[in-house]
């Protein structure tokens, strides 16, 4: 069956950079387009950028500057890298899918995230 | 950027009654192939978003048929009928007709 499942640390320095990796299965990176999707904690939904079916990327123009995402078909794997880490990146991140359709149909659990000195 | 912005419920809802949450999009959200590209997700507490309508009104595969999903290229409304315990959480929309894909602010459902 498809699932997305978020790795990293929990615990990430200012100004230090984040790396999570999206491990999915049940499905091809080649077939469906990756999404990162982040949430601060007790707030809303925030797109971050996406990592199409053949390669391409997409990101949040708010994050371009310090955000980067790619993947390792081979492994199954979409990572993100974002520098310059402030508070204010605190929160749960999540990878999803989109079957092509334009819309998330599985999500991953989610990783939380917590800059702090 | 399209902004989403969602309405409030009166919260608590009562058990059995039924909800409407509604959503405006600052732009058309009708393409030309047809498709509104309007989605509804359901984050109960604690979980994952996950998703419940997608086209503006298409309900995803296992969704209770009590959710519907109505609207115009820039009015949206999720309805849930005879709502029940499950269906506490929050509510959100989002916008996939451009990126920056956007979400609405999020609508928390109790119930009574």
């Known amino acids: 069956q498809v699932q997305l499942t978020e790795s990293g640390p929990g615990l990430v320095h200012p100004s230090e950079t984040l790396s999570l990796t999206c491990t999915v299965s049940g499905f091809s990176l080649t077939g469906y387009s990756v999404y990162w999707v982040r949430q601060p904690s007790g707030k809303g939904l925030e797109w971050m950028g996406r990592m199409r079916y053949n390669g391409d990327t997409s990101y949040n123009s708010a994050l371009k500057s310090r955000l980067s995402i790619s993947r390792d078909t081979s492994k199954n794997q979409v990572f993100l890298k974002m520098n310059s880490l402030q508070t204010d990146d605190t929160g749960t991140y999540y990878c999803?899918?989109?079957?092509?359709?334009?819309?998330?149909?599985?999500w991953g659990q989610g990783v939380m995230v917590t800059v702090s000195s | 950027d399209i902004v989403m912005t969602q309405g409030a419920l009166p919260n608590p809802v009562p058990s059995g009654e039924s909800a409407s949450i509604t959503c405006q999009s600052s732009?058309?959200?009708?393409?030309?192939?047809?498709?509104?590209?309007l989605n509804w997700y359901l984050q109960r507490p604690g979980q994952s978003p996950q998703l419940l309508i997608y086209w503006m009104s298409t309900r995803a595969s296992g969704v209770s048929d009590r959710f519907s999903g109505s609207g115009s290229g820039t009015d949206f409304t999720l309805k849930i009928s005879r709502v029940e315990a499950e269906d506490v959480g929050v509510y959100y929309c989002q916008q996939f007709l451009e990126f920056p894909l956007t979400f609405g602010s999020g609508t928390k459902l109790e119930i009574k």
């Open positions: 732009k058309s959200l009708l393409y030309s192939d047809g498709k509104t590209y």
């Open positions: 999803t899918r989109d079957p092509r359709g334009y819309y998330f149909d599985y």
